[in-house]
């Protein structure tokens, strides 16, 4: 199993900023993704944090508004830029080593934009 | 990928057991059965997974139909602590979050 730390657990921020979220892992892994989780719903993926290359985004996302960082296996950070309320969100990071194996979720960051 | 079908809600009533049905018609030969649960104000919690046959863990069970077409999560013993939203997802490496099963567990 993967413990995940997410750092903060939860800001309230201005419209107009920018806030990083941090995502820390006690062991090495492949593959890390990003998921926002809007009131009331449920997941959706973000992003697919690649080390050593850019990340990959799903439809409707763009690295404009999520720049992704993924410096090395047990790290990475999602920033979410020129916020606005509708951003304001869960965003959980995830780890896993494929499809065959099981995923591990952090906490989550509970963001609110006002 | 693949898409799944999951009812809205159910309901369990204590130490009984729980099939959670899952419809995933479209599913291809490469494509893994994951389940997870999210309990509330937490991210989700790895439950089972499976490719073609069935599975048992500490936590569950996962039946999977012979076409693979189908799966049922089987929760032996339901308790209060399983009250919680399912996700049957279908994965080759990314993880694609339906809108799950809203499991009650009745006292």
């Known amino acids: 199993s993967a413990v995940i730390s997410q750092k903060p657990s939860r800001d309230i921020c201005q419209r107009g900023t920018s806030l990083t979220i941090q995502c820390q892992v006690d062991s090495q892994v492949t593959m890390m993704f990003w998921y926002r989780q809007q009131p009331g719903q449920s997941l959706t993926l973000i992003a697919t944090?690649?080390?050593?290359?850019?990340?990959?985004?799903e439809s409707g996302f763009v690295i404009d508004k999520f720049p992704i960082s993924r410096p090395n296996l047990t790290f990475s950070t999602l920033t979410v830029s020129n916020m606005s309320p509708e951003d304001s969100s869960i965003y959980l990071c995830?780890?896993?080593?494929?499809?065959?194996?099981?995923?591990?979720f952090g906490p989550g960051t509970r963001l609110t934009v006002t | 990928d693949a898409k799944t079908t999951q009812p809205n809600s159910m309901e369990s009533n204590e130490e009984e057991p729980v099939h959670l049905p899952c419809n995933h018609s479209?599913?291809?030969?490469?494509?893994?059965i994951h389940w997870y649960r999210q309990l509330p104000s937490q991210g989700p919690e790895y439950v089972i997974h499976g490719l073609t046959s069935n599975v048992n863990n500490r936590m569950a069970s996962l039946a999977i139909a012979e076409d693979r077409k189908s799966s049922t999560l089987i929760l032996h013993r339901a308790t209060l602590r399983d009250a919680a939203v399912y996700y049957c997802?279908?994965?080759?490496?990314?993880?694609?979050f339906g809108t799950g099963t809203s499991l009650t567990v009745i006292p």
């Open positions: 944090a690649n080390q050593g290359s850019e990340a990959t985004y």
């Open positions: 997802i279908l994965t080759r490496n990314q993880f694609y």
């Open positions: 479209t599913i291809s030969g490469t494509d893994y």
């Open positions: 995830s780890v896993g080593q494929g499809a065959g194996y099981e995923q591990y």
